[in-house]
């Protein structure tokens, strides 16, 4: 079972930047995804980026330019990063982040990202 916590959300202002955090315990096995979504209020889950352990990612277009996913299994707790750079309103957001491998998904219980003025 792998545990899940996220980090690093908050108020930005339109145009900063925040980094979420997603440290992943458990047992870690290999070759596994991870990745971040994120749901704004009244709207479906968004798959926003994913990270395999070989470093492979995938964008959805509406972040591609603006958000690097990145991920650190340097050590017994895996962490992956969402950097998310010239926040727009429309990114406010709770957003959840994923630890997978086959058809097997844990998540996190997911942090309030807010751009505002």
């Known amino acids: 079972q792998v545990q899940l916590v996220e980090s690093g959300g908050g108020l930005a202002q339109p145009g900063g930047s925040l980094r979420l955090s997603c440290a992943a315990s458990g047992t870690i096995l290999n070759r596994n995804v991870m990745g971040w979504y994120r749901q704004a209020p009244g709207k479906e889950r968004e798959a926003l980026a994913t990270?395999?352990?070989?470093?492979?990612?995938?964008?959805a277009d509406s972040i591609k330019v603006r958000f690097t996913i990145t991920r650190d299994d340097a050590s017994d707790t895996v962490t992956a990063y969402l950097q998310m750079n010239t926040l727009e309103p429309e990114d406010t957001a709770v957003y959840y982040c994923?630890?997978?491998?086959?058809?097997?998904?844990?998540w996190g219980r997911g942090i309030q990202v807010t751009v505002s003025s």
């Open positions: 994923f630890w997978g491998i086959g058809g097997s998904r844990s």
């Open positions: 990270i395999s352990t070989g470093g492979n990612t995938f964008y």
